[in-house]
């Protein structure tokens, strides 16, 4: 297996980089689709606001999109930090690896 500073040279520079990025995509697209999936609940939500006949119904309706949005939130938040907790821990394995010396590298 190839170190990577030798298929890119600019990653001897910084070992990191490569894993930080794909780390950066991973919350960025994880970010557009639950901002996606909430607008949609959230046009839901008002549709079925305005269709209530009474305030009890009223009522309901919110406390479901307040329950649904605090679970939403809190599953994102979770799935956030286990994106953000592996490309902090691969970026440091593979930092690591490409600081290693290899066994005859030193001059005698």
Known sequence: M???SETNPMAALNPIQ???MQAMFAVATETMQFLSA???????TQQAMLACKSFEELQKVQA???KKTLEDYSGATAKMMTI????????????????KRAYDDVPL
């Open 38 to 44: 909430r607008i949609q609940q959230d046009i839901e």
């Open 84 to 99: 953000l907790t592996s490309g902090a821990s691969d970026s440091l394995k593979s930092a690591a690896y490409s600081w």
């Open 2 to 4: 190839k170190k990577p």
């Open 64 to 66: 479901e999109f307040h």
């Open 18 to 20: 490569a894993q930080a």
